[in-house]
C-alpha cells in the first residue's frame, strides 16, 4: 500500500511538472531570411489584377530580413514581436495581361516594418523533445509544431522608379495629381499593415529550432507602388517637373492610357490604378530561434527524477 502511495505521487509530481514545463522555455529570440513578394496594381499574372494571391509571380519575389521576440503565455498562445526590412518591386513588363503590359510602369521600395502580434499553437508549442534524456518515459513527443498568427503593424516605403539610370522617389512628384485641383494631398509613406499567416517549427534540442512561415500582409495603403487612381494632365504635373510628367505616363502605346482631351473642354481621365483595393505582400521565411529562458532546473529535476522512476 506505501508503494503504491509512493508511486502515485510520484506520477502527479511527473504530470504536473511536465504541464509547467513551457514555463521554462517561454522566452526566445529570432532571426530569419526569406522572400517577400508585392501584390499590387503593377506586375501581375494574366487577367485582371486582383491585388492578391493570384498575382503571385515567383521572378518578381525580393529578399527580407527579419529580427524578433516571441514570449509564451502558455502552452498555446505566445506574444511576439519583429523588426523587418525587406525590398518590394512590381514591373508591368513581366505580366501577361495587355493593358497593364502596354502601362509600362514599375517601382521598388524598400519598406521597414515594425510588428506584433498573437500566435496560437493547436498542438501545444513542444517543450518535451527539447529535453531528451536517457531513460524518460514517453520521451518520443513529435518535434514539428505547426502555428498560427494575425497581429497589427507599422510600415514605412519609399517607392522609387529608374529614370535614366537612376532611382528616383515618386512621393514628392504627386504623378497622378495629388494636391492639384479635384484630387487628393499627397499620400503618407507610413501606413498600417495586418499580417496573417501560418507556420511550422521543428525543434532541434532544447534551445534551438527552425521554422518556416507564410504570411499575408494587408495594408491601408494604396500607394506603394505609387499607383491607385487615374492619369491627370500632363501639362499640370509638369509643373512640379518634367520628371513628373514623363514618369506619369509611359505607355507603349500613348493613344491607350493617359487623359482624352475634348474639344468642349471635358478631360477623360483614363485608370491608371484601381483604388477599390488596398496593397499588400506577402512573406516567406526561414526562422531560426534560440530559447534565452535562464531558469531550466526545475523541470530538469522533474525529467531526472521521473527517469530514475
Sequence with gaps: MKKQFITILLLFFCISGFAQAWKTVRHEVYFGVGASKFLGDLGGAKGIGTHGIKDLKLRMTRPIVMLGYKYMLNQY???????????????????????????????????????????????????????????????????????????????LFNPKANYNGSWVALQPLAIEGQGLAGRPDKYKRVTISFPIGAGVKYHIDKQLALSFELSLRYTMSDYIDDVSTSYYLPSEIASTGAVAATLSDRSI?????????????????????????????????????????????????????????
Design 77 to 155: 498562445f505566445s506574444v511576439k514581436g519583429s523588426l523587418i526590412w525587406s525590398l518590394l518591386n512590381g514591373d508591368d513588363a513581366v505580366t501577361k495581361n495587355d493593358i497593364r503590359n502596354n502601362r509600362n510602369l514599375s517601382f521598388r521600395s524598400n519598406i521597414g516594418e515594425v510588428a506584433s502580434y498573437i500566435e496560437y499553437s493547436p498542438y501545444a508549442d513542444k517543450v518535451y523533445p527539447r529535453y531528451k534524456l536517457k531513460g524518460v518515459r514517453g520521451n518520443k513527443a513529435f518535434s514539428l509544431s505547426p502555428y498560427f498568427f494575425t497581429g497589427i503593424g507599422l510600415k
Design 253 to 309: 502605346n500613348p493613344a491607350l492610357n493617359g487623359v482624352i482631351e475634348y474639344p468642349d473642354g471635358r478631360n477623360n481621365y483614363l485608370q491608371r490604378g484601381d483604388p477599390r483595393w488596398n496593397d499588400a505582400y506577402m512573406f516567406g521565411i526561414f526562422l531560426f530561434t534560440i530559447d534565452s529562458s535562464k531558469d531550466k532546473r526545475s523541470y530538469l529535476n522533474s525529467k531526472a527524477i521521473c527517469a530514475f522512476y
